[in-house]
């Protein structure tokens, strides 16, 4: 009987994700304790602050790859703080529209960040060619590992 064992490079990209999820974790805990904001709520203010228009809550999540569910309280704790604004959309008035407020672009702006800016100063040093290529292949490997389910509206 033959084994099928992994490829050897399967090992190589286990450990990197490992190093990536942790260096994640610990650059979302010095985000929260710097800004007092979750990663998952700057990753909204970000894509409210580089919207054109304003986003609904499935836009949004979708956006930020965050289900309806998950992103309904993120939105919650956002509003309260005042850095993001509801308001009924006046083309469809079933549409709630996501607003960063004046208050959540500061907060955003001036937030460390997910991503540690040395992490970023290095990736912008790579050149186009190579940070397109990364990018490239880690929603290839995300596509791989973690395919989307079609959702039940759809």
């Not at 309280?73 to 008035?93: F, H, N, Q």
């Not at 529209?97 to 790579?126: C, M």
Request: hydrophobic share 40%; aromatic share 4%.
């Amino acid at each position: 009987m033959k084994t099928h064992l992994p490829p050897p490079e399967l090992l190589t990209v286990t450990r990197a994700l490992r190093r990536l999820a942790q260096a994640l974790d610990t650059q979302s805990k010095h985000l929260e304790v710097r800004s007092g904001m979750t990663a998952s709520q700057w990753l909204c203010l970000q894509a409210l602050a580089q919207s054109s228009t304003p986003l609904s809550a499935r836009e949004l999540a979708d956006w930020v790859s965050l289900t309806p569910g998950t992103i309904s309280p993120v939105l919650d704790r956002l509003e309260a703080k005042g850095w993001v604004r509801r308001t009924r959309s006046a083309e469809d008035r079933r549409r709630i529209d996501l607003e960063i407020t004046d208050t959540g672009r500061t907060q955003w702006q001036n937030a460390p960040g997910v991503l540690p800016e040395t992490g970023v100063a290095q990736f912008a040093a790579l050149g186009d060619a190579r940070r397109k290529a990364l990018a490239h292949a880690l929603d290839d490997l995300t596509a791989l590992l973690a395919p989307r389910s079609p959702r039940a509206t759809d």
